[in-house]
C-alpha cells in the first residue's frame, strides 16, 4: 500500500539553528500538508500547499517557517531559526484529490526536539 | 471556527470490555467526521469515516455514526483487545475555501487494554 514517508524520525537540534524536514508523499496525490503535535496536545494544522503554492496557514505558521516542493516528489517544512516550543511530532500529509470526504494520508512523523 | 472535543483520557479497559470513545464536533456547513488511530511509534492511520449524516462508519470492529442533531461522532467497539492499544483522534474535514480542505482534530484519547 502507498505510504508517506517522514525524515528524520528523530532530530535534536539546539535553539536558534534551521531545521529541514523531508517528506515523500503518496506519488499522485496534489494536496500536501503539514501538521504538528506538541506532547500531550492536539494535531494542529500548520499549512496546506497545492499546485505549488500555500493554499491555507495557520496562525502557527509564522514566518520562521517555509514550505517547498523543490523536486516534485519531495515536500519540505523549514524552521529557520527554532525555539523551544518548536519541539513537537510534526506529521506530514497528501490526499489524491480535493473535497472533505477524501481522506489524508499521515506519515509516521518526525518528532523534533529543541535544546 | 471548526473544533472537535473528545474525551480525554487515558481509558483502562481489561480484554473483551465494551468501549465508548466520545466525540462531539462544532463545524459549519456538513463536515465529513474520522476516526484516526496512532499505535506506539507509529504515524495517524485512519480507523473509519463518514460522510453524512446518520452514515455509520465501520472497520476492525470499531463503529462511529455520524449524529448531525447531537453533533456527534462516538466510537464504540463492543469488545477490545490487547491489540487497539493505541492513542484514538476524532477529527473533521472542514471546507477551507477553494477546492481546500483541512482535518481539525480532537485532543485524542489514550486507550490501554489489560489481558
Known amino acids: 500500500e502507498p505510504e508517506v514517508t517522514q525524515t528524520p524520525s528523530h532530530q535534536v537540534t539546539q535553539m536558534g539553528q534551521e531545521v529541514i524536514l523531508r517528506c515523500v508523499p503518496i506519488s499522485n496525490h496534489l494536496y500536501f500538508y503539514w501538521y504538528r503535535q506538541i506532547l500531550g496536545q492536539k494535531v494542529e494544522f500548520l499549512v496546506s500547499f497545492y499546485n505549488n503554492e500555500i493554499s491555507e496557514k495557520s496562525e502557527i505558521f509564522d514566518d520562521q517557517f517555509s514550505v517547498e516542493r523543490p523536486d516534485g516528489s519531495n515536500f519540505t517544512l523549514k524552521i529557520r531559526s527554532t525555539k523551544l516550543e518548536d519541539s513537537a511530532m510534526y506529521f506530514c500529509?497528501?490526499?489524491?484529490?480535493?473535497?472533505?470526504?477524501?481522506?489524508?494520508?499521515f506519515g509516521a512523523g518526525s518528532r523534533l526536539t529543541v535544546l | 471556527g471548526d473544533s472537535v472535543t473528545q474525551m480525554e483520557g487515558p481509558v483502562t479497559l481489561s480484554e473483551e470490555a465494551f468501549l465508548t470513545i466520545n466525540c462531539t464536533y462544532t463545524?459549519?456547513?456538513?463536515?465529513?467526521l474520522f476516526w484516526y488511530v496512532q499505535y506506539p511509534g507509529e504515524g495517524l492511520q485512519l480507523l473509519l469515516k463518514?460522510?453524512?449524516?446518520?452514515d455509520k462508519g465501520s472497520n476492525k470492529g470499531f463503529e462511529a455514526t455520524y449524529r448531525k442533531e447531537t453533533t456527534s461522532f462516538h466510537l464504540e467497539k463492543g469488545s477490545v483487545q490487547v491489540s487497539d492499544s493505541a492513542v484514538y483522534f476524532c477529527?473533521?474535514?472542514?471546507?477551507?475555501?477553494?477546492?481546500?480542505?483541512?482535518?481539525?482534530f480532537g485532543k485524542g484519547t489514550l486507550l490501554t487494554v489489560n489481558p
Open positions: 463518514a460522510t453524512k449524516a446518520d
Open positions: 477529527a473533521l474535514s472542514g471546507f477551507s475555501g477553494g477546492s481546500n480542505y483541512k482535518l481539525t
Open positions: 463545524a459549519t456547513g456538513y463536515p465529513s
Open positions: 500529509a497528501s490526499r489524491l484529490m480535493g473535497g472533505g470526504a477524501n481522506v489524508l494520508t
